[in-house]
């Protein structure tokens, strides 16, 4: 039987570089880019809607816009800093501010739209269609994170896939908000028609 130090001797001799990860922040970038590559492809390259520099000029329309970019962000930030083992899990909460603000202008917009809700309310097969969008459109940014997280996903399976799947549809409603049908986008549970032009 080896000795300890014979053993460890055989390890040492045995053991093969370990490639160490890049920083969060880098790997979020990657992974924001070429998601926002792989909606943008999904959604047949319709190009940019034609009032897009008009939109932005309000500024009800940019800040439901900014809310799913921050909110894309800080959570691919925080999915990817959560991964790692030594990290704080308070990072789960870097998003909250973001997704409070999403959240707000959703709403301000469901109560404020002309078109989103009628006099019949919300149109059932408006909103389905546009969950529907959203959900496909949110199915690449999920498969990439998943595969760039692979090995952590065994030890956080819950925590990453929720972070993971809120950068996914946070970053499919940011794309799909600059195309030229944003009726995928516009859509986050209840409001069929918010971000189109009055």
């Known amino acids: 039987m080896p000795t300890t130090p014979e053993l460890i001797d055989r390890l040492v001799a045995s053991a ?3 490639r160490r990860l890049r920083p969060p922040v880098l790997r979020a970038t990657a992974w924001l880019l070429v998601a926002g590559l792989a909606v943008i492809a999904l959604a047949g390259l319709p190009g940019f809607r034609s009032d897009l520099a008009e939109r932005l000029s309000q500024p009800t329309f940019t800040a439901e816009a ?5 909110t894309a962000i800080l959570s691919a930030v925080a999915t990817f800093q959560l991964s790692l083992p030594d990290r704080s899990r308070l990072w789960v ?6 997704l409070v ?39 690449p940014p999920f ?30 409603t940011s794309a799909l908000s600059l195309l030229q049908d944003p009726d995928g986008a516009a859509v986050f549970w209840a409001c069929p028609n918010l971000g189109r032009s009055p």
């Not at 900014?66 to 921050?70: A, S």
């Not at 998943?146 to 809120?166: D, E, F, K, N, Q």
């Open 143 to 172: 498969a990439i994170i998943s595969v760039m997280m692979r090995h952590a996903l065994r030890l956080y399976p819950t925590m990453l896939t929720v972070m993971g799947g809120i950068a996914s549809m946070a970053a499919a």
């Open 93 to 98: 909460f870097l998003p909250a501010p973001a």
């Open 16 to 18: 093969t570089p370990v």
């Open 66 to 70: 900014v809310g799913p970019f921050l």
């Open 101 to 139: 603000l999403w959240g707000a202008m959703l709403a301000y917009g469901c109560l404020t739209s002309r078109t989103g809700i009628g006099t019949d309310g919300v149109q059932p097969g408006s909103v389905v269609e546009g969950l529907r969008t959203l959900a496909i459109a949110s199915l």
